[in-house]
T-cell receptor, first 115, second 112 residues
Framework: DAGITQSPRHKVTETGTPVTLRCHQT?????MYWYRQDPGHGLRLIHY???????DKGEVSDGYSVSRSKTEDFLLTLESATSSQTSVYFC??????????????FGEGSWLTVV | DQQVKQNSPSLSVQEGRISILNCDYT??????FLWYKKYPAEGPTFLIS?????DKNEDGRFTVFLNKSAKHLSLHIVPSQPGDSAVYFC???????????FGAGTRLTVKP
């Protein structure tokens, strides 16, 4: 295991409520990512971080914000959850970034249902 | 804009036979290609990768082939084992870009 803990692992929430997913790593890797997995789309990058307080948008960032105040923690927030954000969310980490074939390591996922 | 495509949602093979999973891409700037394997209720795990300067990379029972002119890669598993039953994601990355792109995945079932 890559030393990644996601919480909560399962959550059901109502439309319009805020939701925060937490990713905690024990590997001291510089890069952290949030992906979502949906049928027919595979994994899509939401946001990533390349250091404390340094973040950038991914392919599907609308409706999401992130924060990284410590090397080991990366938070994903849905300010006002919508049904289209029902998905499985994966945190990932990498020592050298995801470009040029560098491996990224995934957590076990957080299942979010917005009703 | 799906830059990485896996057109076969599922594949079923007999134990001991070869499994061939295919992947196509559209972005010629991709310089590295990876395969990830995912079991239910677990996160994806890295399986094998290939640089765009190579056309083949082998690791035990797993071989990845890259055809740059066709923008196509394939993963061969020989011999296939029941434990190989999982969803396989093809991924592509480019230099200095953290937005690794994934295909939709192919569910492989290996029957005993």
């Amino acid at each position: 295991d890559a030393g990644i803990t996601q919480s909560p692992r399962h959550k059901v929430t109502e439309t319009g409520t805020p939701v925060t997913l937490r990713c905690h790593q024990t590997e001291n890797h510089r890069y952290m990512y949030w992906y979502r997995q949906d049928p027919g789309h595979g994994l899509r990058l939401i946001h990533y971080s390349y250091g404390v307080k340094d973040t950038d948008k991914g392919e599907v960032s609308d409706g999401y914000s992130v924060s990284r105040s410590k090397t080991e923690d990366f938070l994903l927030t849905l300010e006002s959850a919508t049904s289209s954000q029902t998905s499985v969310y994966f945190c990932a980490i990498s020592p050298a970034g995801g470009g040029s074939g560098n491996t990224i390591y995934f957590g076990e996922g957080s299942w979010l249902t917005v009703v | 804009d799906q830059q990485v495509k896996q057109n076969s949602p599922s594949l079923s093979v007999q134990e001991g036979r070869i499994s061939i999973l295919n992947c196509d891409y559209t972005n010629s700037m991709f310089d590295y290609f990876l395969w990830y394997k995912k079991y239910p209720a677990e996160g994806p795990t890295f399986l094998i990768s290939i640089s765009s300067i190579k056309d083949k990379n082998e690791d035990g029972r797993f071989t990845v082939f890259l055809n740059k002119s066709a923008k196509h890669l394939s993963l061969h598993i020989v011999p296939s084992q029941p434990g190989d039953s999982a969803v396989y994601f093809c991924a592509a990355s480019q230099y200095n870009n953290n937005d690794m792109r994934f295909g939709a995945g192919t569910r492989l079932t290996v029957k005993p």
